[in-house]
């Protein structure tokens, strides 16, 4: 029960998440799963977890903050449970193992990260990205398997491609991966959000956190005639970390859709309706006498019964009503009841609230007097109509959490959902409820009111009974997929999907799509439509199946003006406006053979943030480029861009006037083809080009014609880049030469074509490209997994790296330390031999006779040694003691090639870095002469962090001004102009003593 409207900090996943949630809905046995994990029956793969560790939170401090923003608004507040995380995690380091199958065995690939965030009281999980192939599963648990999610598999697989999990208890679980070894590259997994639970630091700060003694377990004897109405009650969760309470409601199809009502203060919208987990029959098993002390104490509810993931249908503020669908099928186990409602403008005679007070187990209360109609917190009736009144509950109360639960009429029929009071425990005080009857029609909209999903059929009822939602009839009407909401430009054609419906009992035999712009409906399943005008328009989807029986969904059409909201190369659009969280859209045609493509914004007034997106219009979740640094001037760059038309959406951070933006492009012209790109180390094997993978120097590229002739070669620079220039018009490859301890990439294992790898694991060659017209191929790239073992001499050797962050791993940013003495040593300590690293910190001891070695780094004045082993990724970590310099000791025997035994040092200044800095960009853009740089921080910094930028050109440096902090985005980021020449390094120096350097891309 929040007494609030909506409010931005409550959207989005990187925007603050707020909930509050008692002991017994953390301490849950999360149910059976459908399979177990492979590591449970194989020893091998319980030694291949890797570890995925976030920083330590200040649970007190952060419960410290909440107390303190209770106070500046009592009666509006919230209560935080979690802490969001946001991190980057991809599977990696895949393990095969051979598991049964039949009478055969199946390879399978197994990845494993333990997660811990110290000192969380629970865990759950956001992936940006899950698809997951057929006979794959993802699970979670934790380290003592006491707690098990069930396995999420190829069913869990939605269009919005994001799952979001329920919880688990503590601050250490495991993720693992199972997936067969021949759908590997099918797999689409990033984790990208940790939500670390801080609600309770001890039992007895915990204790504090549970619902009032006067609530009433909807188990005892007082809730026997709302058996049915309790089943349809559950509890939210949105991003990981906001509760809310809601329920399920019937439709006149009575179909079986899974449609959901809840609170609009509670923040779900279209942006997070993903991260919707709906937790059914969370309730005590025995009835607690209401004002007894166990009535306030500890339940023993679960939370192994769930939903995960939804689609946002339909809100309206005035009468804080949101309307969600579960995008899965309701489990049939999960015995849930679809609750019946009334629209009409009648006032009940007596009322049932069903709820879960501070997301503890389900309660029920009851007010046996008859309701009054109001406007939202004014008693005065009957005000603008928008709520209903309870003026007090005779048994029972509502609390923080129990926002958006349902208020049932005498019929057992739904007529609001909860807004705000100022019920409690010990008083007599209000709670107001949103109408259904003011829902009905909402705004007018489709997604605005109730009726175009409860009656989406037209039938006129306003008044329905709920049913089982296993109690369908005879005939189950079709499921319906819109897969909206749609984008496109006046005058050209917006094509239209219903993949993904079907009829679960029979065969959809009609589409029938109404646009919205009064043009007769077509008939088709997936048509094109072209709109004449731009404008926002209602589009509707009725399909029918081979009974007759039929069902309508909606969704939304935006088309931009053609001409008006186009932007033309090179040409400024000026005067752009817009208030906080509004959105504008241009685009911009792009033809094909364009080697560059730059979009740029400015502006002295408000904060407007860069999405664009080629073919769709983005969203601030979906986009192709993203640019979102303090103030105005945005920018976002695309080299060797596709043909097409890239939309480009000005999002109101804070409300901006005033704004200019331009796109631009260079045409490539006749005779002035390219060929070239990158050659990459690619430590983990998969194909990628990830952040944390260097570029190879050295390797030596040969181009051919499509004849295999050798027309030129050239030899990767320091950074791995190499780019063939003024190429004539006759097709031609490039055949990329293996250096020793190496093998290539997978070919092509993404479709992210600026990201693979070009070349054939065999041959080396990339494909035959055709270079009429002056071609400029921009993204031919070769990536080269390291070996750990070959055969002749043997060689140790590989890397010395000036550690910025201190963290003990080798970052892209990071470079290479020369004049470092590196010394082999037999075991016992006899000297070897002895070299010093070269300019990019390389060093290698060739012909090492049989035996064992070790290596003894020597340390540079002014470095200490960066932490020994700092994760089991043994290509990326630091194999030098941090006191004595001395690796341990490897075997020599049969020719073993040890090319990855590295050594970190770490500069003075590092240890002192109080905002944790660490650059990860810093793009040189040659021909506007502009240097766009980005650092994050672990940590937000404390107070107002003044964070310097400067460069170095030709040996002398020259400050380039501040960096702005983007404070509740987490890093630094700027884009400095009219730098006129080419910087070799930038430096970051924060005045609390951090110091970070990076060496420059060219673009």
């Not at 956190?209 to 005639?225: A, L, R």
């Not at 496109?488 to 009992?505: E, K, R, T, Y």
């Not at 006759?730 to 250096?739: G, I, R, T, Y």
């Not at 093998?743 to 490209?769: H, I, V």
Request: aromatic share 8%.
């Amino acid at each position: 029960m929040f007494n609030q409207k909506g409010s931005k900090a409550l959207r989005g996943v990187t925007k603050q998440a707020i909930f509050r949630l008692g002991l017994a809905g953390l301490l849950c046995s999360t149910g059976a799963v459908a399979k177990e994990p492979i590591s449970f029956s194989s020893a091998q793969v319980t030694g291949k977890t890797q570890t995925t560790r976030l920083p330590g939170l200040d649970n007190a401090k952060l419960k410290q903050r909440d107390a303190a923003a209770r106070a500046k608004q009592p009666k509006s507040y919230v209560l935080q449970f979690a802490e969001p995380q946001s991190v980057a995690v991809k599977p990696n380091a895949w393990q095969e193992v051979q598991v049964p199958n039949g009478s055969k065995a199946i390879a399978m690939s197994v990845w494993r990260t333990e997660v811990k965030s110290p000192g969380a009281f629970s865990l759950n999980f956001g992936f940006s990205r899950y698809q997951m192939p057929e006979g794959g599963s993802l699970h979670i648990y934790t380290p003592d398997r006491k707690q098990r999610i069930r396995a999420f598999t190829a069913a869990d697989n939605d269009i919005h491609g994001e799952l979001w999990t329920p919880m688990l208890t503590g601050d250490t679980a495991i993720i693992e991966v199972n997936v067969p070894t021949s759908k590997l590259k099918q797999l689409k997994l990033e984790l990208a959000s940790v939500n670390h639970g801080y609600v309770a630091a001890s039992m007895a700060e915990l204790a504090r956190e549970k619902s009032g003694n006067c609530n009433v377990d909807v188990v005892c004897p007082v809730g026997d005639e709302w058996r049915d109405q309790i089943r349809s009650a559950a509890a939210i969760s949105i991003n990981g970390s906001l509760f809310c309470s809601g329920g399920a409601l019937n439709n006149t199809a009575n179909d079986g859709t899974g449609f959901f009502l809840t609170a609009h203060h509670c923040g779900i919208d279209e942006s997070n309706a993903a991260s919707m987990v709906t937790y059914w029959n969370y309730e005590n098993s025995v009835c607690r006498e209401p004002g007894s002390v166990a009535s306030g104490d500890l339940g023993d509810g679960v939370l192994d019964q769930f939903n995960t993931g939804a689609i946002f249908r339909a809100s309206y503020e005035p009468s804080d009503m949101t309307l969600m669908e579960l995008d899965d099928p309701l489990d049939p186990a999960h015995n849930v009841f679809l609750a019946g409602w009334n629209a009409n403008d009648q006032m009940p005679s007596s009322s049932v609230a069903i709820h879960h007070p501070n997301l503890n187990e389900k309660r029920i209360s009851f007010d046996h007097d008859t309701t009054t109609i109001t406007s939202y917190l004014n008693p005065a009736s009957p005000g603008d109509g928008t709520h209903i009144q309870v003026a007090d509950w005779d048994l029972g109360t509502t609390e923080p959490g129990s926002s958006g639960s349902l208020l049932f009429d005498q019929n057992k029929r739904v007529i609001g959902q909860l807004h705000g009071g100022d019920a409690a425990c010990g008083n007599d005080m209000a709670d107001w409820y949103g109408r259904i009857y003011t829902s009905w029609d909402g705004g007018g909209t489709v997604d605005t009111r109730l009726s175009s999903w409860l009656d989406a059929n037209g039938t006129g009822e306003l008044a329905i009974d709920g049913i089982n939602a296993t109690d369908l009839g005879t005939n189950r009407l079709p499921v319906v997929k819109l897969n909206g909401p749609y984008y496109g430009v006046s005058g050209m054609p917006v094509d239209f999907s219903s993949a993904g419906s079907q009829d679960l009992d029979g065969s959809i035999i009609s589409f029938d799509w109404g646009f919205g712009d009064g043009n007769a409906a077509f008939s088709a399943a997936n048509p094109q439509h072209t709109y004449a005008q731009g404008g926002t328009y209602d589009v509707s989807l009725r399909a029918t199946d081979n009974d007759g029986g039929s069902r309508i969904v909606y969704t939304q059409a935006t088309i931009l003006e053609a001409g008006e909201d186009e932007l033309e190369n090179g040409i400024v659009k000026s005067g752009i406006s817009a208030e906080i969280d509004q959105a504008v859209y241009y685009y911009l045609n792009v033809p094909e053979g364009v080697a560059e493509l730059d979009f740029t914004s400015d502006g002295q007034s408000g904060d407007a943030d860069m999405y664009v997106s080629r073919g769709s219009t983005p969203t601030t979740t979906v986009y192709d480029c993203r640019s979102w640094a303090s103030g105005s001037q945005e920018m976002c760059s695309f080299t060797d861009p596709e043909a097409g038309t890239y939309i480009v959406m000005l999002y109101g951070y804070n409300t901006f006037t005033g704004v200019s933006l331009t796109g631009s492009y260079k045409q490539a012209t006749g005779g002035t083809g390219a060929l070239g790109d990158l050659v990459w180390s690619d430590t983990n094997g998969n194909g990628v080009q990830d952040t944390d993978e260097p570029g190879l120097a050295d390797v030596t590229v040969e181009l051919q014609s499509c004849e295999g002739v050798v027309l030129a070669t050239q030899i990767t620079d320091s950074n791995g880049l190499f780019n063939f220039t003024e190429l004539g018009t006759n097709d031609a490859q490039l055949k990329f030469v293996l250096p020793a301890g190496y093998e290539f990439s997978p070919e092509r294992a993404t479709d992210q074509f600026q990201l693979d790898s070009n070349a054939n694991p065999t041959t080396g060659l990339s494909p035959c490209y055709n270079m009429s017209q002056g071609f400029r191929r921009s993204a031919v790239d070769a990536g080269m997994v390291p070996s750990q073992s070959q055969g002749g001499e043997g060689v140790m050797g590989d890397f010395v790296w000036q550690d910025n962050n201190g963290d003990g791993v080798q970052d892209a940013d990071e470079p290479g330390l020369a004049g470092v003495t590196v010394n082999l040593q037999a075991c016992d300590g006899t000297a070897v031999d002895s070299v010093v690293t070269n300019s990019q910190g390389g060093f290698s001891f060739d012909s090492v006779a049989t035996g064992s070695y070790r290596l003894e780094f020597v340390l540079l004045d002014g470095y200490s040694f960066s932490p020994e082993k700092a994760t089991n990724e043994f290509l990326r970590d630091s194999n030098a003691n941090t006191t004595s310099g001395l690796t341990g000791c490897y075997n020599m025997d049969n020719g073993n090639q040890r090319r990855a035994i590295d050594a970190g040092m770490v500069p003075e200044g590092t240890g002192s870095n109080a905002d944790n800095l660490s650059v990860v960009n810093a793009i040189y853009f040659s021909a506007s002469k502009r240097l766009w740089v980005r650092a994050e921080s672990d940590t937000q910094p404390v107070g107002s962090a003044s964070i310097t930028a400067s460069v170095t050109i030709n040996g002398a440096t020259s400050s380039l001004g501040a960096v702005g902090w983007k404070a509740d985005k987490g890093f630094y980021q700027n884009n400095f102009r009219d730098v006129d020449q080419l910087p070799s390094l930038v430096t970051l120096a924060s005045d609390k003593g951090g110091l970070v350097r990076v060496a420059v891309e060219v673009r």
